[in-house]
């Protein structure tokens, strides 16, 4: 237990609550910090690059080439739960969250090529175990997303639905689209 937890349980003559008994004075600092960072600072950075470097530093997982909006919320709270691969663009005011009283030790993963559209929430592990949005799908706006993605797929409404399978690739991946759809969609054809 913490010195922190053994001198509430002195002074408030009961004992401490988890949080307290697990953490010492600077984890309680710096999750302030965090949070503070997250909500504050952070989504409100008006360049990109700038962005995308403090959310490493604080301990996102983000890969190459990355596109996050502003007025994003990233769970702050468990920022290993969250990988974002290359490629990956992230429009305005979107919110990722990978806590809760049901979600475990689940995780938020967004594949190589995904988008997600504005507004749009994913709620990392709240069913289903494990989100995951698949290689180069795409989240509509204002989809609310409790379960995984399919590659390739677009899924919108609350809750995310799937709509289309096999999207069109960005007009940067277009010689590849062909490659793509038989990587993701039909990975047997390909391997005789």
Not at 156 to 168: E, Q
């Amino acid at each position: 237990m913490s010195w922190l937890g053994v001198l509430y349980e002195k002074i408030a003559r009961r004992p401490a609550p988890k949080w307290l008994r697990r953490n010492g004075p600077f984890a309680l600092a710096w999750k302030a910090l965090r949070k503070w960072l997250c909500v504050s600072v952070i989504p409100f950075i008006p360049f990109n690059g700038l962005r995308v470097w403090a959310y490493r530093r604080i301990g996102f997982q983000i890969g190459r080439r990355v596109f996050i909006g502003m007025q994003c919320y990233l769970d702050d709270l468990h920022p290993q739960r969250m990988a974002i691969e290359d490629d990956v663009v992230v429009s305005y005011r979107v919110t990722f969250a990978c806590h809760g009283p049901r979600t475990r030790d689940h995780r938020l993963i967004l594949r190589q090529g995904s988008y997600v559209g504005t507004n749009a929430t994913l709620l990392g592990g709240c069913l289903h175990g494990d989100v995951e949005i698949g290689p180069y799908a795409t989240v509509g706006a204002c989809a609310l997303v409790t379960k995984s993605v399919p590659p390739l797929a677009t899924v919108v409404g609350i809750p995310a639905k799937v709509v289309r399978t096999g999207r069109t690739p960005w007009e940067a991946d277009d010689g590849r689209a062909e490659e793509l759809r038989q990587k993701y969609l039909h990975p047997t054809e390909g391997a005789s």
